[in-house]
C-alpha cells in the first residue's frame, strides 16, 4: 500500500511552544490528507482535512488559529499546534487519501507523532 | 448516541478460538465501511473493506447490513498476533468516523 510519513514521530516541550508535526505522501501524491487526534482509550477524532492549495476544513470544536494546517504541495502537509499546553498531550496522526481505480477511496495513516506538553 | 458503536472489550480468548466483533452505525448515509487493527502506540492499518455481499480475506470475515446499519467481523482460528485494537470505520462524506474499537487479547 501507499507510504506515509510522520516528523517526528515524538516530541516534548514545554507549555507555550508551538510545535511543528509534517506529514509525506512518500511514493503517491495526496490532494487530500487528514489530520486526527487520539487520547489514551479513546477512538480517533478527525481534527481537519487538508487540501493541498487551499484552507483546510476544521471540525467543530477545533481551533483553527490553535492548530494551524499548510499544505503547500501534493505530498506534504504540517500541523502546527500554537502555544501548546499540557491538555494538547495527546497522539496525532495524519492520512492520506488515494483513489481506487474503481472510484473507491482508502485512508493510509501515517505513523503518529506523540506530543507531550509539559 | 455515538455515531458508530462497538462491543466494549477486552476480549480474552484462547489461540485457535474464533471470536466476532460487531458494530453499528447511526448515520444512513453513510457510504463505505472498514475495520481497522490498531496495535498499542501504533497507527491503525486497514485490516479490509466491508461489503453488503460479505466478503472474506483468509481467516478474516466481514459482514455488513445495512437495513440495521450493522457491521461485523469475525476472525476464525485466532493466533496470538491478532492481539490489537480492532475499530470499525465508518465513510460519511469522505471522512472517517472511527468506533472506539474493541481490544482483543489472544493468549496462549
Known amino acids: 500500500g501507499a507510504v506515509v510519513s510522520q516528523h517526528p514521530s515524538w516530541v516534548i516541550c514545554k507549555s507555550g511552544t508551538s510545535v511543528k508535526i509534517e506529514c509525506r505522501s512518500l511514493?503517491?501524491?495526496?490532494?487530500?490528507m487528514f489530520w486526527y487526534r487520539q487520547f489514551p482509550k479513546q477512538s480517533l477524532m478527525l481534527m481537519a482535512t487538508s487540501n493541498e492549495g487551499s484552507k483546510a476544513t476544521y471540525e467543530q470544536g477545533v481551533e483553527k488559529d490553535k492548530f494551524l494546517i499548510n499544505h503547500a504541495s501534493l505530498t506534504l502537509s504540517t500541523l502546527t499546534v500554537t502555544s501548546a499546553h499540557p491538555e494538547d498531550s495527546s497522539f496525532y496522526i495524519c492520512s492520506a487519501r488515494v483513489w481506487g481505480l474503481a472510484g473507491g477511496e482508502t485512508q493510509y495513516f501515517g505513523p503518529g507523532t506523540r506530543l507531550l506538553v509539559l | 448516541r455515538k455515531e458508530v458503536e462497538q462491543d466494549p472489550g477486552p476480549f480474552n480468548v484462547p489461540e485457535g478460538a474464533t471470536v466476532a466483533f460487531n458494530c453499528t452505525y447511526s448515520?444512513?448515509?453513510?457510504?463505505?465501511f472498514f475495520w481497522y487493527r490498531q496495535d498499542c502506540r501504533k497507527e491503525p492499518k486497514l485490516l479490509m473493506s466491508?461489503?453488503?455481499s460479505g466478503n472474506e480475506d483468509g481467516r478474516f470475515t466481514a459482514q455488513l447490513n445495512r437495513a440495521s446499519q450493522y457491521i461485523s467481523l469475525l476472525i476464525r482460528d485466532s493466533k496470538l498476533s491478532d492481539s490489537a485494537t480492532y475499530l470499525c470505520?465508518?465513510?460519511?462524506?469522505?471522512?472517517?468516523?472511527f468506533g472506539q474499537g474493541t481490544e482483543l487479547s489472544v493468549k496462549p
Open positions: 511514493d503517491f501524491q495526496a490532494t487530500t
Open positions: 466491508v461489503y453488503s
Open positions: 470505520v465508518v465513510n460519511q462524506g469522505g471522512k472517517l468516523i
Open positions: 448515520n444512513s448515509a453513510s457510504q463505505s
